[in-house]
C-alpha cells in the first residue's frame, strides 16, 4: 500500500490561491481514482474533487470553478489547484486513492495539511 504525505497547505487570505501536493510513495499508474477530501472543524468529512485513471475529475459543487485537480503520474504526485479562496474552505485537506465504481472507494489517506483562509 502507498504511503501519501501531503503538503502545500498554510494560512492564505480570503481570495488568494494555494497549491496543494500529495506525494505518493509508489507508483500511482494503476491507481484508479486519486483525490482529496477535506474536513472543517465540527462537521464530517467532504469529498472535495477526484481524479480518475484515464483523466475524468468530479468536483464538490462548492468548489467547482475554483479549484482544480490534476495528476502527474510520471513524479507520482496529485496537485489541487485551489483559488478564489472563502473562509468556508478552511479544513483539514486529505489526499486518498483507491478503486472506482460508481463512486470513489478510498483505500488509502494521508494525515492532512491544514488549510486556513483568514484575513
Known amino acids: 500500500q502507498v504511503q501519501l504525505v501531503e503538503s502545500g497547505g498554510g494560512l492564505v487570505q480570503p481570495g488568494g490561491s494555494l497549491r496543494l501536493s500529495c506525494a505518493a510513495s509508489g507508483t500511482i499508474f494503476s491507481i484508479p481514482a486519486m483525490g482529496w477530501y477535506r474536513q472543517a472543524p465540527g462537521k464530517e468529512r467532504e469529498l472535495v474533487a477526484v481524479?480518475?485513471?484515464?483523466?475524468?475529475?468530479n468536483y464538490a459543487d462548492s468548489v467547482k470553478g475554483r479549484f482544480t485537480i490534476s495528476r502527474d503520474n510520471a513524479k507520482n504526485t496529485i496537485y489541487l489547484q485551489m483559488s478564489s479562496l472563502k473562509p468556508e474552505d478552511t479544513a483539514v485537506y486529505y489526499c486518498a486513492s483507491g478503486g472506482w465504481n460508481s463512486g470513489f472507494r478510498v483505500g488509502n489517506w494521508g494525515k492532512g495539511t491544514l488549510v486556513t483562509v483568514s484575513s
Open positions: 481524479i480518475i485513471s484515464g483523466g475524468t475529475t
